[in-house]
């Protein structure tokens, strides 16, 4: 299962970094992507990092201001994100492929994934 740490209360322009972990399964071998949900909207692919090569990708929205990097050794994937707006304020979600390998084109469609962490709140005061 994916476990996922670090939501909560942050200010306008102020900083977070969420955790998704891994029990039971090497994460190293998934791609994992990134999602979030505010209310009323559609779950967004907010990041996605590759288990191959690395690549990194973000939508749009969050350029400049997200990173998503892998830990392997603490069998781990993070979202540093920076420089929050209120726009920002969703719940947020990591998820992994069950043997498949996504791109920049695929990683955003929520139907591409089978695991899925439990969700953490982001709250953006302003």
């Known amino acids: 299962q994916l476990v996922q740490s670090g939501g909560g209360l942050v200010q306008s322009g102020g900083s977070l970094r969420l955790a998704c972990a891994a029990e039971?399964?090497?994460?190293?071998?998934?791609?994992v992507g990134w999602f979030r949900q505010a209310p009323g909207k559609e779950r967004e692919g907010v990041s996605y990092i590759s288990h191959k090569n690395g690549e990194t990708h973000y939508v749009e929205s969050v350029k400049g201001r997200f990173t998503v990097s892998r830990d392997r050794d603490k069998n781990s994937v993070y979202l540093q994100m920076d420089s929050v707006k209120p726009e920002d304020d969703a719940i947020y979600y990591c998820?992994?492929?069950?043997?498949?390998?996504?791109?920049?084109?695929?990683?955003?469609?929520?139907?591409?994934?089978?695991?899925w962490g439990q969700g953490t709140r982001v709250i953006v005061s302003s």
């Open positions: 039971g399964f090497a994460l190293d071998i998934y791609d």
């Open positions: 998820a992994a492929p069950a043997f498949k390998d996504l791109d920049y084109l695929t990683y955003g469609d929520p139907a591409n994934y089978e695991y």
